[in-house]
C-alpha cells in the first residue's frame, strides 16, 4: 500500500486522497433551518461530479457529530436513516477517487483535536509530508485532509478563523475547504485556493458549495471565492479577508440558473461544458508529473525500474473508439522519441488475432470508463502471452484499472457525455509523457525532453484560445450543417486527428463522414469529390505541410468546398480554403493535443443546430460492457 502523494499516478490501491478539484463535491449550511437534510440533498445535487464516498458532520450540543459511508449519498442516507441529528450548522463532502483508498476512513469530512475540529476539502497538500511531521498521529487516514485538520488544529488558539489563515499561509498545494470548530457553533470557515467555492447569501443563513447547484434551490445570490480568499461565515456575517488578513469587499452575482444548467457549469449540453473543461482538467493531467531539471516525465504508475523499461522491445497501444485514436495520436512520440517499434490495435481485433507478445512487450490498455469489454478481453489475451500490461484509464478502482493493477489515471474528471472529448486529450497528454519517459532512456536529449515539457505546460493557454473561436466555427456550422457526406484529411500526426473529428461528428450529428490520409485520395476516394461533398482538411506547419498542401490542390480542383484547419497567421493556406480555423502553433508531436478541439467545436455546433441529443446520441452508450 503506498503511503499518501508518494505514487500519485499509480492504480495500486491503498493510496489516497481527492487529488482533482473539480472532482470532489462540498456543501455546507449555517442558518435556522435543521442543516441534514440541506447537506443530504447538497451532496445529491454534487453527485453528478462523481462519487464514491460521503460523509456529513453538524454541531450539536457543543459536540460534532459525524457519519461517513463509502458508495452514493443513498448509502449515507441509509446508515443515518432513524437516527436524528439535529443542528444548524454543519457541512458535507461527496468524494470521487483519483486514487485508490475508496473507505470510510479516507472520506471527508476529516477531525482533529479529539473530535474538536472537522474539515472538508477537495484539492492536494503537496508538503504534506512536512506538516505530518508537526502534527501529531495517530493518523485515521491516508489523506493529506487529516493532516491539514491536524495542522490547523495546531495552530488553533482560540479563534478559528485566526487558525485558518494561519495555518493557510504554510500550506502549498490546492485547495476548496470548509473547517468547523466545535466551540465555534456560530461559524463556518471556508478557503480557497485552486478549487472553486460559492457562497449562498439568504436572510440570516448561508449556503457554501463547491458550484452553484446545491444553492439555486435556497437562493440565487452567491459570491464566489476567488484563489487566496478565506471566508468567515456565520448566520448574520459573511467577511471576506485574503491570508494577510485584510477584509475584502466583494460583489453578489444573481444566478438565474436551473439545477440542470447549473449541473453543466452554465453550458447547453454536458459535451460542450467537457470541451470547455479541457484546459483545466488538461493541467490537472500532467501536474507532478514532469521533471524539468531532467527533461523527462515521472510517472510512477509504470511501476518499473530504469532497468526493466530498458528491456522492453515493443510497445502495443491497445483501445477501441476515441481511446483508439488517441493512442494512434501518441504513437508517433513513442516511436520519435524512444525509437521502440509501438503499434496500436483496436482491442476487439488485437484480442482474436492472436497476437504476438512476449515478457518485452508492453501493452497499454487505455479507456475512460476502464469497462469497455473489448478491452478488458485484449488486456487479459495479453496477459496471457506473457505480456506486460498497464492501465491508462479515467474512472478510479474500474475494472480495467483493477486488472491492470499499476498504469496512470488521467485525471479528466467525470466524463458524462457519450462522446468523449477531454479523455482523449488527457490520454494523449498522459501517453506523450510516457513516450517522454521512455525516450530519455533511449535517444531523446534532455534538451529536447525539456522543449517538449515547456510546450506541453503552454498547451492548456493554447486550447483556451481555441476554445474563445468556439462561435466562428459555430457559424461555420450553420454553413455546412445540411451536407450529408463529409470528408477528412490529414497526415501523420494529423492522421489520427482526423479519424477522431471524423468520429465525433459521426456519432453526434449522424452525418456520413470518413477520414482518410490525405497521400491516400488518390489511390480511391478522390472519386468521391465533387460539390456536394466538403472536406476538412488539417494542415498546420509540421514536416509534411509542403507534401499536405499538394494534397489540397487536388481536391480543389475537384470543385469540392475545402475547411482547413491551420496554424496562425498561414496565409498560403487561406488562399487554398473556402473557410479556414487556426490553431495556435505547438510542437509537431504534441499537434493532436490542439488539432483536435475544433474538430469537437465544429461536430458539436453542427449537431447542436440539427437539434440532436448530443449528450446522448443514438444507439450509443457511454461505457460499452457487452461485446
Ligand atoms: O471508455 P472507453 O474509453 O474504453 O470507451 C471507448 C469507446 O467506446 C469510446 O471512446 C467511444 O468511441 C466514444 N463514444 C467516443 O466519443
Same mark, same amino acid.
Given at each position: ?31 435556522k ?21 460521503a ?47 475508496v473507505?470510510?476512513k ?57 487558525a ?9 498545494g ?37 458550484d ?10 452567491v ?31 444573481k444566478i ?44 510512477g504508475?509504470?511501476?518499473?525500474s ?39 490495435d ?28 473489448d ?35 488521467i ?68 454553413k455546412?450543417?445540411? !451536407?450529408?457526406?463529409?470528408?477528412? &484529411?490529414? =497526415?501523420? #500526426?494529423?492522421? $489520427?486527428?482526423? *479519424?477522431?473529428? +471524423? ?28 460539390k ?16 499536405i ?38 510542437m ?15 461536430? !458539436?455546433?453542427?449537431?447542436?443546430? &440539427?437539434? =440532436?441529443? #448530443?449528450?446522448? $446520441?443514438?444507439? *450509443?452508450?457511454? +461505457?460499452?460492457?457487452?461485446?
Amino acid at each position: 500500500m503506498s503511503d499518501i502523494g508518494e505514487e500519485n499516478d499509480i492504480l495500486a490501491y491503498g493510496s489516497i486522497f481527492c487529488y482533482i478539484l473539480e472532482m470532489c463535491g462540498i456543501i455546507g449550511y449555517i442558518g435556522k433551518k435543521q442543516a441534514l437534510p440541506i447537506l443530504l440533498k447538497g451532496l445529491r445535487d454534487l453527485e453528478y461530479r462523481g462519487y464514491d464516498s460521503a460523509g456529513i458532520a453538524l454541531i450539536n450540543d457543543g459536540k460534532i457529530e459525524r457519519v461517513r459511508e463509502v458508495g452514493k449519498v443513498d448509502m449515507l442516507v441509509k446508515k443515518i436513516d432513524g437516527h436524528k441529528f439535529p443542528g444548524n450548522i454543519g457541512i458535507a463532502h461527496t468524494r470521487w477517487a483519483t486514487h485508490g483508498g475508496v473507505t470510510e476512513k479516507n472520506a471527508h469530512p476529516h477531525i482533529a483535536g479529539e473530535g474538536k475540529l472537522v474539515l472538508a476539502h477537495n484539492g492536494i497538500i503537496e508538503n504534506y509530508r512536512e506538516l505530518k511531521k508537526k502534527v501529531k498521529g495517530p493518523f485515521e487516514s491516508e489523506t493529506d485532509t487529516e493532516i491539514l485538520a491536524k495542522w490547523i488544529f495546531l495552530n488553533y488558539k482560540g479563534d478559528l478563523s485566526q487558525a485558518v489563515k494561519k495555518a493557510l499561509l504554510s500550506v502549498r498545494g490546492t485547495y476548496g475547504l470548509a473547517v468547523m470548530h466545535a466551540d465555534h457553533p456560530d461559524e463556518i470557515v471556508a478557503a480557497r485556493l485552486g478549487s472553486p467555492l460559492v457562497i449562498g447569501i439568504g436572510k440570516d443563513e448561508y449556503y457554501l458549495a463547491s458550484d452553484v447547484t446545491p444553492i439555486i434551490p435556497y437562493t440565487k445570490q452567491v459570491t464566489y471565492l476567488d484563489d487566496g480568499e478565506v471566508a468567515v461565515i456565520n448566520r448574520k456575517d459573511l467577511k471576506i479577508f485574503n491570508l494577510k488578513d485584510e477584509q475584502i469587499t466583494k460583489g453578489i452575482t444573481k444566478i438565474d440558473w436551473n439545477t440542470e444548467k447549473a449541473q453543466k457549469g452554465g453550458f447547453e449540453t454536458f459535451m460542450l461544458k467537457e470541451i470547455f473543461d479541457q484546459p483545466t482538467v488538461f493541467e490537472d493531467a500532467i501536474r507532478g508529473r514532469i521533471d524539468m531539471k531532467e527533461g523527462t516525465a515521472k510517472l510512477g504508475g509504470l511501476n518499473m525500474s530504469p532497468e526493466e523499461m530498458q528491456k522492453i522491445k515493443r510497445i502495443i497501444l491497445i483501445a477501441c473508439g476515441t481511446a483508439f485514436y488517441a493512442c494512434m495520436a501518441a504513437r508517433y512520440a513513442f516511436e520519435r522519441l524512444s525509437g521502440i517499434p509501438t503499434e496500436v490495435d483496436v482491442s476487439s481485433e488485437f484480442r482474436y488475432r492472436d497476437p504476438i507478445v512476449d515478457e518485452h512487450t508492453l501493452i497499454f490498455a487505455v479507456s475512460q470508463s476502464g469497462e469497455t469489454i473489448d478491452t478488458i478481453m485484449a488486456l487479459r489475451e495479453a496477459k496471457r502471452k506473457g505480456g506486460v500490461v498497464r492501465g491508462i484509464v479515467n474512472v478510479v478502482g474500474s475494472t480495467i484499472a483493477r486488472e491492470t493493477g499499476a498504469g496512470t489515471y488521467i485525471h479528466a474528471g467525470p466524463e458524462l457525455a457519450v462522446a468523449s472529448t477531454k479523455a482523449y486529450t488527457n490520454m494523449v497528454a498522459i501517453l506523450l509523457l510516457y513516450a517522454l519517459q521512455f525516450g530519455r532512456l533511449h535517444h531523446t536529449t534532455v534538451s529536447t525532453g525539456q522543449r517538449m515539457l515547456q510546450e506541453l505546460l503552454e498547451i492548456p493557454e493554447k486550447i483556451n484560445k481555441i476554445l474563445k473561436n468556439s462561435d466562428n466555427i459555430k457559424i461555420l456550422a450553420k454553413k455546412y450543417k445540411d !451536407y450529408e457526406n463529409f470528408l477528412f &484529411l490529414g =497526415r501523420g #500526426v494529423n492522421y $489520427p486527428v482526423v *479519424l477522431e473529428g +471524423s468520429h465525433k461528428l459521426k456519432e453526434i450529428s449522424y452525418i456520413h463522414s470518413e477520414a482518410y490520409p490525405a497521400g491516400e485520395m488518390k489511390h480511391g476516394a478522390n472519386a468521391l469529390l465533387s460539390k456536394n461533398f466538403p472536406v476538412l482538411v488539417v494542415m498546420t506547419q509540421n514536416q509534411l505541410y509542403e507534401k499536405i498542401k499538394s494534397n489540397v490542390e487536388e481536391v480543389r480542383a475537384r470543385k469540392s468546398e475545402i475547411i482547413v484547419i491551420a496554424t496562425e497567421s498561414d496565409k498560403s493556406a487561406k488562399e487554398l480554403s473556402d473557410d479556414i480555423i487556426y490553431v495556435p502553433k505547438t510542437m509537431e508531436l504534441l499537434e493532436p493535443l490542439l488539432n483536435t478541439i475544433p474538430l469537437q467545436l465544429f461536430a !458539436y455546433h453542427i449537431a447542436a443546430m &440539427l437539434h =440532436r441529443d #448530443v449528450d446522448r $446520441p443514438r444507439n *450509443l452508450a457511454k +461505457s460499452v460492457t457487452v461485446e
